[in-house]
């Protein structure tokens, strides 16, 4: 069934014409979001899909497929380039659905380099000794290509004169051949599947052994590169064991090394909310490589967090052994003198708010940031008629410059992750004179995020939602007519989908145009919602019907007597 489609066209400037149509299909038997992308363009064309933990790239030709399976659903992009041309939206993939990209027109050649890797190559074991086997097939067998030679004794009458053992070992050495051949073009799952025929006609031989030990973790690297963690895993599992049986400790620790960048890939495609799953599998990267740096720079990131100075410090000392970067260096310097001040966190613990300093307390931030925080609660909370329950954790810390943190974004520079962040520690009295305003803003901001969290959790809020409700109630206005037209643009031509299709974390979006586009989006929807659909009274009874548990389909349909999609229909019209 046909549930969205979005055709879009995308001309590629230059001589290069591709027009890419997207549409999503449900497809009860998936698990994991899928795409499926095809190209019909003359030419050369490659496609890439980049989101949470996950990118994948492809080179098509005309009439290639290949299908894409990333283990997360959420907002992904796409780059698609012919020729040094590029362009690039955005993928909505949900769970249940499969994303179907058809790709037509014609390329321009392709003059840009081709997409490698930079993960750790894994290197391929020498031949060993030789094995004598007479050759019933003449002098002319010796040039035949591998798989002809195979063929021969595979199938050839001559082949018959050889006794059974010489013939499976000469078949054996083919295969061993072959799949070393296919290891070194990185076909690691073909290697692995016809070096495993080798192992089993030659048992005893090392060599053999230790190339299906390397084509499987090549397989498991692979399988890693690609998300599929799980398998990567089981690959890299397998590819150890045998590879220890044989004793090459060369191949051993470049396992030990897979292994470890595994586990860290996997831990960073995790949420930041997953903290505790995330520490062990950085934890379970440091026993099979003690010095990888991304694993101990994250373990420093969460033990400071957590405010264990201490032990960021050990960690980020360290991480600094193995990779001597400058921003490195002052992170340890501050975390230094953060524990030399001492005297650490400095709790306000009057009212609702829960307000620390990361490092020593900014008496004119503090009382601002209460009065805001005051504010917010009175304010905001009469919108949505609710008042958090319990303690909201708030932590005050200092991070560059005023004009970075509200400049350039009305919704950048806080954040809301179960406590609300806010970088203000650094700001002079006159700074917060002159921003009032925004920091009214940020503030406002991250309580709705909070308040929402706070009352609606479990229930789930989506990200979309979330911000649209959260620039709004706090009089924020992302809104300028540049940006405008390029919004319109890009849900015209399907570049970016409806809000409802907004699934997952924006903050997968690494290009800012886009995430832009995505706020202001949620932005004017709620807007909408607000201006011409019954105010903030009816978000108040959708916000309760989704905290009661209601599905959010259903919860609109509860509070506006229109189905989501009837009311992006209606604000599409109106944009
Ligand atoms: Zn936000």
Same mark, same amino acid.
């Given at each position: ?56 790239t492809s080179t098509l030709e005309q009439g290639d497929s290949e299908e894409l399976n990333p283990a997360n659903y959420g907002v992904y992009q796409f780059r ?109 799952? *073909? ?15 090392? *060599? ?102 201490? *032990? ?12 001597p970067q400058p921003d490195l260096a002052k992170l340890i310097d501050k975390v230094r003198i953060e524990i030399e001040e001492a005297g650490d966190f400095v ?77 203000i520690a650094g700001l002079s009295e006159a700074d917060i004179d002159q921003g009032r305003d925004k920091l009214r803003e940020l503030v406002f901001h991250e ?129």
């Open positions: 069934m046909l549930v969205a489609g979005a055709g879009l066209l995308l001309a590629l400037p230059g001589w290069s014409k591709v027009d890419i149509l997207i549409q999503q299909v449900a497809d009860g038997s998936l698990q994991k979001p899928t795409v499926r992308v095809q190209s019909q363009a003359a030419g050369s064309v490659r496609f890439t899909c980049v989101g949470r933990g996950f990118l994948k698609l380039s012919a020729g040094s041309d590029q362009s690039r939206g955005l993928l909505p993939l949900e769970e249940g659905k499969r994303t179907e990209v058809l790709i037509t027109g014609t390329a321009s050649p392709d003059r840009s380099p081709r997409f490698t890797s930079s993960s750790g190559e894994l290197k391929n074991q020498a031949p060993g000794e030789p094995i004598r086997i007479p050759n019933p097939f003449g002098p002319a067998f010796e040039k035949l290509s591998i798989d002809e030679k195979i063929r021969l004794v595979e199938d050839s009458p001559e082949a018959q004169s050889l006794s059974s053992s010489e013939r499976g070992q000469l078949l054996g050495i083919l295969y061993n051949e072959k799949g070393v051949q296919e290891a070194n073009s990185k076909n690691f799952e *073909t290697a692995e599947e016809i070096l495993r025929k080798a192992q089993q006609l030659l048992a005893d031989e090392n *060599t053999v052994r230790m190339n299906l030990a390397f084509a499987m973790a090549g397989n498991g690297n692979q399988k890693r590169l690609e998300g599929s963690f799980n398998l990567a895993d089981k690959k890299l599992g397998e590819a150890l064991a045998l590879a220890e049986g044989s004793g090459d400790g060369s191949l051993v620790s470049q396992i030990h090394s897979a292994r470890a960048a595994l586990y860290v890939d996997q831990a960073l495609a995790m949420p930041g909310s997953e903290q505790r799953r995330r520490t062990t599998l950085f934890e379970k990267a440091l026993e099979e490589n003690p010095d990888h740096a991304a694993a101990l720079f994250n373990l420093g990131q969460i033990a400071y967090q957590e405010y264990d100075l201490e *032990t960021a410090l050990d960690y980020f000392e360290r991480a600094y052994q193995q990779s709790t306000q613990d009057r009212g609702v708010f829960k307000i620390s300093f990361e490092g020593s307390e900014v008496k004119h931030v503090a009382r601002e940031t209460r009065k805001l925080l005051a504010d917010a609660e009175r304010e905001v909370g009469r919108k949505f008629v609710l008042r958090p329950k319990g303690a909201i954790p708030v932590v005050i810390y200092s991070a560059g410059q005023f004009q970075q943190i509200l400049g350039l974004h009305s919704w950048a520079g806080g954040a809301y992750d179960g406590k609300i962040r806010l970088p309580f709705t995020h909070a308040l929402l969290h706070n009352r609606t959790s479990p229930a789930h809020i989506p990200v979309w939602l979330h911000e649209g409700l959260a620039q709004n109630a706090a009089g924020q206005n992302p809104d300028n007519p540049m940006l405008h037209a390029q919004l319109i643009d890009s849900l015209n031509s399907g570049r970016i989908p409806m809000p409802s299709r907004l699934a997952g974390d924006f903050t997968g979006i690494a290009d800012p145009g886009l995430a832009s586009q995505v706020y202001l989006e949620s932005y004017l929807f709620i807007k909408y919602l607000l201006d011409k659909q019954g105010g903030w009274s009816r978000i108040k009874s959708l916000v309760s019907s989704i905290e009661a548990g209601e599905s959010l389909e259903a919860s609109f349909r509860k509070a506006y007597r229109k189905s989501l999609d009837e009311l992006e229909q209606r604000w599409i019209k109106e944009l």
